[in-house]
């Protein structure tokens, strides 16, 4: 393995609770939630009615300025704005960088169907008997009418990466990852590695998503994965208390570039913190549940500490995968219980999800985020709404209020529907 070391040195994010970093990490260490009624759509027949809605976002400053992002959706838009944070963050400028040199690993997930002319389709469709049946034949017949290649074309995943690569002029090596709820930890694994191996001297990571649609909300409402708490919207994220129900749906983006050690010393880039680990392993079990001995997480876990040389002894906190489940929170529980042994009680563990709701592809780059900023810091960002502990669950949640505490090394964990297991190891940058 190549002693290369990885650092980050700019960092952008789009959330429920702010459209940049500074007004989403302002509110995550008040406390605050983000989490509402669903106005994107008339949500009133559904078991589920309320997510995490990015709020204020300027779409129209984008659009004047790219006028070919008119078709683009949501999370691509997330992801840009996002992007723009960190590459200036990063002192980035163009030119400044070698573009050969600079890639892009991402986890971009998709945004939905295009609804409008769906419905337009269907509604030509109907049986001529009356009956509430689709004619096969009508719609298919009649889609092209509707349709718009472009909008199609969009609301596939790889082409956020598309946009980001044209708009930073990134010219190294590219990819897209969709793990669930994995997939922007992937993405950062990912481009840390590319960069060890020395195929890049500098990435663009992270992940967008945005699931707050009809089809989106009604498949995890279906798998009874969401909270039903929709009369007290801002409570309805509760992890690892006793009443938790179900995860909240949300959406945003967070975006870090990373690079390699020397070639951010040479252009005198601020440097938020060094990526030491990174571990992936997969299940291989059902579809939305973890190993019932969690043996994944435990070996993902495991991998990045031995990457970065750790113990249970050096962590100092953990961003919990922490989705508000109960089934993800009593195992997520028992993973870190077996894999920091003794050590599992003295370490804060906190799920900042609590705030933001799940913001499925994009939530592992936001959380990366908040373990770099609680380092810079020396604050951790507390679970909120935990106000009934359970009695199975028993670690250091840091309940309800941010704990002013020095932090040099941090774990992140996210563990995706399907199986797949991240964990990423940040350390505090020291000068040497």
């Given at each position: 393995?190549?002693?290369?070391?990885?650092?980050?040195?700019?960092?952008?994010?789009?959330?429920?609770?702010?459209?940049?970093?500074?007004?989403?990490?302002?509110?995550?260490?008040?406390?605050?939630?983000?989490i509402g009624p669903i106005t994107l759509f008339d949500a009133s027949t559904f078991s589920t009615r309320i997510a995490g809605e990015v709020k204020g976002f300027n779409f129209e400053r984008w659009l004047e300025r790219n006028p070919p992002l008119a078709s683009a959706t949501r999370s691509t838009f997330f992801a840009l704005h996002a992007a723009a944070e960190a590459y200036k963050d990063a002192m980035l400028k163009p030119f400044s960088v070698d573009s050969r040199r600079f890639g892009l690993y991402f986890g971009a997930g998709d945004s939905g169907i295009d609804f409008d002319p769906f419905i337009k389709t269907l509604m030509v469709s109907f049986s001529e008997n009356g009956a509430c049946l689709v004619d096969k034949g009508k719609y298919v017949h009649h889609s092209p009418e509707h349709m718009s290649a472009l909008r199609e074309l969009e609301s596939q995943p790889f082409m956020t990466a598309t946009h980001l690569t044209r708009l930073f002029d990134l010219r190294g090596p590219v990819s897209n990852c969709l793990t669930a709820c994995a997939a922007s930890s992937q993405a950062i694994g990912e481009a840390y590695e590319w960069i060890k191996r020395g195929d890049a001297d500098v990435m663009m990571t992270g992940g967008s998503h945005s699931m707050i649609y009809p089809l989106g909300v009604a498949g995890?409402?279906?798998?009874?994965?969401?909270?039903?708490?929709?009369?007290?919207?801002?409570?309805?994220?509760?992890?690892?208390?006793?009443?938790?129900?179900?995860f909240v749906i949300s959406?945003?983006?967070?975006?870090?570039?990373?690079?390699?050690?020397?070639?951010?010393?040479?252009?005198?880039?601020?440097?938020?913190?060094?990526?030491?680990?990174?571990?992936?392993?997969?299940?291989?079990?059902?579809?939305?549940?973890m190993d019932p001995e969690?043996?994944?997480a435990c070996e993902a876990m495991r991998i990045a500490m031995a990457k970065a040389g750790i113990g249970p002894e050096n962590i100092d906190y953990i961003n919990a995968h922490g989705t508000s489940t109960g089934v993800n929170d009593s195992l997520e529980t028992r993973v870190i219980k077996k894999v920091m042994g003794e050590y599992a009680p003295?370490?804060?563990?906190?799920?900042?999800?609590?705030?933001?709701?799940?913001?499925?592809?994009?939530?592992?780059?936001?959380?990366?985020?908040?373990?770099?900023?609680?380092?810079?810091?020396?604050?951790?960002?507390?679970?909120?709404?935990?106000?009934?502990?359970?009695?199975?669950?028993?670690?250091?949640?840091?309940?309800?209020?941010?704990?002013?505490?020095a932090v040099h090394v941090a774990l992140s964990n996210s563990f995706g529907f399907g199986g797949q297991n991240i964990c990423l190891a940040l350390r505090k940058y020291c000068h040497e």
């Open positions: 393995m190549s002693n290369r070391r990885i650092v980050i040195t700019g960092i952008g994010a789009v959330t429920p609770l702010g459209n940049n970093v500074r007004d989403t990490w302002l509110r995550v260490t008040q406390g605050k939630s983000g995890f409402s279906l798998l009874t994965a969401l909270s039903t708490r929709n009369e007290a919207p801002e409570k309805a994220s509760r992890p690892f208390d006793k009443k938790r129900d179900g959406e945003g983006a967070g975006v870090l570039i990373i690079e390699e050690l020397e070639h951010a010393r040479r252009r005198k880039a601020p440097i938020y913190g060094e990526l030491v680990g990174y571990g992936s392993t997969a299940d291989s079990y059902r579809l939305t549940d969690g043996r994944g003295r370490i804060p563990v906190s799920s900042t999800k609590s705030m933001l709701g799940h913001m499925i592809a994009a939530a592992g780059g936001v959380e990366a985020i908040f373990c770099l900023l609680a380092m810079r810091d020396s604050v951790i960002p507390p679970t909120i709404n935990y106000e009934e502990p359970d009695p199975e669950l028993d670690l250091d949640y840091v309940p309800n209020k941010a704990r002013p505490t």
